[in-house]
């Protein structure tokens, strides 16, 4: 599998661009930003994107996902429970003080078990509410791969206190959902460096009471 990770935009959103050697065809998690740079990663790949999965509707994750659909024909998808999130942009872009981008409703929206498969690729959708109540990670057990958006960081968890957050339903879809992973599973959280679930099972300092 080719997977690139770009950090995006002013906040550093890690984008996964997750391709497949053959079939060429791949998935864009969260583009949040920099669209002519994932386009350019795909260009030189020779990649088309098929899916563009976004783990929840927070600006930082999800702004450059209407672009990259336009210049790509890829469908948008996300969790809808995270609506109220996306009739917000304008709030969202203020918290960053930036002009409100344009998205769109999902084409479909990412439930818990869905699985998101293009030709030589597949993973599947774990929906895991706290730090919104849309937010998905995206699990491929081939590659032993966990895109675990902003539910699960190397040290720390996600942050509970914008709208939606929910700190009991973070920790109990860690423990519900990530822990119970393979301990040599690889963790791309949404920001920062990426780490295992061993690792977080093992030191970081919101899971040792589970
Ligand atoms: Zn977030």
Redesign the pocket.
Known sequence: MIHEILAVGPLQCNCSILGDETSREAIVVDPGGDISRIVAILEKHGLTAKQIIIT?A?I??IAGAARLKQLTGAPILYNQLDLPLVKMMDIQAGWLGVPTPEVPAPDDTLDDGKLITVTGLTGSILHTPG??EG?VCLYLPREALLLA??TLFAGSI??TD?PGGDQRKILASIRESLLPLPLDTTVIP?HGSRTTIGAERESNPFLQYM
Request: aromatic share 0%; no cysteine.
């Open positions: 929840h927070h930082d994750h730090h919104t937010s958006g902003d996600g942050r914008l949404g």
